[in-house]
């Protein structure tokens, strides 16, 4: 799912704009009508500058006309409700921070996506579909790209992919359970978690072999 463009944008909705303009009264951003949006200077968590990106909140004001913030944390809620684990979602990445991504979750919530979970990069005003990951005991949620229940017809059918691979390349992949996330997604489409299994139950079944570089048919399959 790519970023919201403004023609997505609806009341009560979150989303990543574009400063047009700012004046005396405040702060305008594109949300794909004809009028821009007006910021007020009281919802700018920072002071804005035309030209930057930002995530707004779209909300009515006490008259009732569309008026959009800046400041977040005063809208979207920590713990969530409603909401139950494997659930796909819709995500607004937020913010970086030292365990990973906080992201919006369906416009209303806060949930973190863990970097060593990140099987691609992603950005910060990125919007895209994750899933509940975990509900934990103080109402926060945690987040995950992959879909839950990868069952093992699955991971076999990643196994038959790495296969198809290593013969593609005269029996070598330089690839391995500790490859980067980015690069595992960019040769199979899967995280890096299923990488590992996949490869296990390759090692396991004596079809391949492990080595510092990458990994390698096993003499039997070549």
Known sequence: MEANTPTEIAIGQVAWLKVVEVNHLGAFVDWGLSKDLFIPFAEQHH?????NHTIVKV??????RPAGSTRIDHWIEDTATGLKVGEKVSLLVAEQTELGFKAIINHQYWGL????????????GQALDGYIQRI???GKIDLSLNQPGFNDSKIDGVAQKIVSQLNENSGFLGLTDKSPPPAIYAAFGVSKKVFKQAIGSLYKARKITIEAEGIRLAPDNT
């Open 113 to 124: 996506l863990y970097s060593n979970e990140l099987y691609r990069r992603i950005r910060r």
């Open 59 to 64: 909300y009515l004001d006490n008259q009732g």
């Open 47 to 51: 002071p804005l500058k035309p030209g």
């Open 136 to 138: 934990r005991d103080d």
